[in-house]
């Protein structure tokens, strides 16, 4: 009972919120908040340490100004944004009721260094991969006496058959695998080729600007967002950069 009253409390608390913005989602229709939703984006659920300031965007919203309403309330305030959109760091185009992750200059209150758009990031994010031939020694001795054999380029083609592995980010800050098994199978083991080992990732987050995916065995991995376009999604991570393409 009191987990449904609280529930309850946050949904009327963003519908409210949403109200002042317009009542209206980016897409025009009626505002509908699930308790869950409300959940994952209020501000309880803000890590200590997190600067990152949470809410919605307003009507007004410009490439020189965002209007921001916080989720702890008040009045919606305007940001300049023009030396933020200028370095590449808008990510998404934030409109009407969409949920936004900012960070303020500490130096000007009036300005926001950074700004994103949390619709844009939610959705499936994937990339091809092509498999490389395992080494030998670690094959199965059958196999490898098929890789001795001067194995055509026809069927060593066979073989290499790209592959699409990502996630989908969910508005509930969980994330669900796409083309990952969630065990090996015993035929991959038997493979002759083997794709990049792909993390599968639970949960996700920002903090202090920066995307933190979570994974339930290995840690989490922070990433900075490079680019985030309706169709592309760019993160640099501490080993590499790793480019994705929208899935629908």
């Given amino acids: 009972m009191k987990n449904t009253l609280f529930n ?48 919605l965007a307003c009507d007004g919203c410009t490439d020189s100004v965002v209007v921001f309403l ?37 130096m000007d209150k009036d300005e926001a260094l950074q700004v994103i758009d949390l619709e844009d990031l939610k959705g499936s994010w994937c990339n091809t991969f092509m498999p490389k031939f395992r080494d030998l020694d670690k094959m199965p001795k059958r196999l490898q006496r ?7 380029d026809s069927i060593k083609q066979k073989f290499l058959v790209p592959k699409e592995f990502g996630f989908e980010i969910k508005g509930t800050n969980t994330v669900l695998p796409i083309g990952m098994m969630m065990r090996v199978e015993t035929s991959d083991d038997m493979s002759p080729v083997e794709y990049p080992k792909q993390k599968i990732y639970s949960e996700w987050r920002i903090y202090n600007g920066q995307l933190l995916l979570e994974t339930k065995k290995q840690g989490i991995d922070t990433a900075d967002i490079v680019l985030l376009r309706p169709d592309t999604l760019v993160l640099r991570f501490k080993d590499k950069t790793q480019g994705y393409y929208r899935k629908n």
């Avoid at 916080?70 to 998404?92: L, M, Q």
């Avoid at 098929?146 to 055509?152: E, Q, S, T, V, Y």
Wanted: charge should be negative; aromatic fraction near 6%.
């Fill in 8 to 55: 309850i409390t946050l949904s009327a608390a963003i519908i409210a919120a949403m109200s002042a913005c317009g009542g209206k989602t980016s897409k025009g229709a009626d505002m509908d908040v699930s308790a869950e939703d409300s959940m994952a984006y209020s501000i309880y659920n803000k890590e200590k340490g997190d600067s990152t300031l949470y809410g």
């Fill in 146 to 152: 098929r890789m001795m054999a001067d194995m055509p």
């Fill in 70 to 106: 916080p989720y702890e309330g008040g009045d919606p305030v305007r940001y300049e944004i023009i030396d933020a959109r200028h370095n590449g760091r808008v990510y998404g185009r934030p409109k009407i009721g969409d949920r936004l992750a900012i960070n303020i200059n500490p």
